[in-house]
């Protein structure tokens, strides 16, 4: 493709022509072809078994959240078991075990009809590698340490979880206060930055909050080390205040959470419909200016809608995320999002990226694997790569590995395929320039609308 080549895309729906130019860019490297998906643990069928043995011949039961560590050791919340299960990348000792690779072998948690049966709904590991767990049910946030020692000021022993938040009733109060004398309130989501911080969605409260690794300052406030805070949201459940202080804005059932290199926070804002972020620092992402300690929408336009096609802007009044329930930032930026309503994987790049053989242009979304509905009315599905049920968790492994949990069909699955890999370039120059103005009345019609993607146009 050389530069001062652009392609247009026109879309029809609901009244409005959305023109969007495309990037011009030169010397792009070829991208990678698509691979059939992986399945890395479950056999499809829900139940518990199978420790001990290969992950593929597992049964797990609606696995939520999932997480990598940096040697390629696969964490999963087998919601439905009450347990966290590994599959090894090496053998090796941790956690105080014998593990073996490619062996799945349950790591925290017990059989659900024990009375200390703890349901996780979501899991990360630290650069320690010591693994956070969340359980919604029991309104704390636990750690797994791989090694003994001393964490959040205390010591703890390798392979003996401990409570980081919460007493374990609902509740609102505690910021400023040692994390584990705070209440929670059906915590969803977790993510730890690389300071040590543990971030919490506090979904009830609709809130995010913090636990402090050490002292410091964050958001440009002082924190204590082991004390927890309100990083984000009101306590009241709205769509408020965005492009503003990250805690005078609102935000409603906050999920998933994400951390980049540099700190920002990735909020799954499942009520509002959208992806959010709380800089850490003052920056733009991918188009959207966000100052330092403030939230801003980088994800999705607040409503429910049909995916109209790839490469619209997605922040655009076609960047619909209806469900966003796992998020991924790889480390050049490029955001991933599960949503398990339209059963797909999306993707926003940060970099021009080449994805499925072709240019994805920074601040667009596209669809990395799973539904795309497609037909003049959207009233049809096409599958990309392959056809998923309610992608839910989504984790990015060593070398930019993709792996994401199917809730309904009960297991884990790395997509080969969809390795997105920067593209090579000698110029790049954005050219996108959002024009919206109303369709006259005669083309309203919905018989037909034309999509021009890649360098053909599709009509349906």
Known sequence: MTAGRARLRTVAEAGLTVVVGVAAVTALTAGSAGASPVTVAGTGRPGFGGDGGAARNARLDAPGGIAVDGAGDLFVADSGNCRVREVPSRTQVSFGMHLHRGRIVTVFGTSCSSASAVVPTAVAVDRRGDLFVVSAPENRVYELPVRSGRVFGRTVRAGEPAVVAGTGKPG??????????????????????????????????????????????????????????TVAGTGTCG????????????????GAL???????????????????????HTRTFDGVPVGAGDLGTVVGEGSYGPYLADGLSATSPVGEVNFPSGLAVASNGNLYVTDGYMQV??????????LHGRLAEPGSLYTVAGARPSGSLSNSTTWVETRMLDPTGIALGPGGRLYYSDSAADVVRELPGVQSTPATVRSYQRRDEWKVRPLPAPALSTRSAAFVLGDAMVSS
């Open 258 to 280: 994400a951390v980049d290199a540099a700190g920002d926070v990735f909020i799954a804002d499942q009520g509002n419909r959208t992806v959010r972020v709380l800089a850490s």
């Open 172 to 229: 609102d109060r505690g910021d400023g206060m040692r994390a584990t004398a705070a209440t929670l309130e059906h915590p969803e989501g977790i993510a730890v930055d690389g300071a040590g911080d543990v971030l919490i969605s506090d979904t009830g409260g609709c809130r995010v909050r913090m636990v402090a690794g050490s002292n410091g300052v964050r958001f440009g406030r002082p924190v204590v080390g082991g004390d927890i805070y």
């Open 239 to 254: 769509s408020g205040g965005d492009g503003g202080p990250a805690l005078e804005a609102e935000l409603w059932d906050p």
């Open 345 to 354: 994987i999306r993707m926003v790049p940060s970099v021009p990226t080449v």
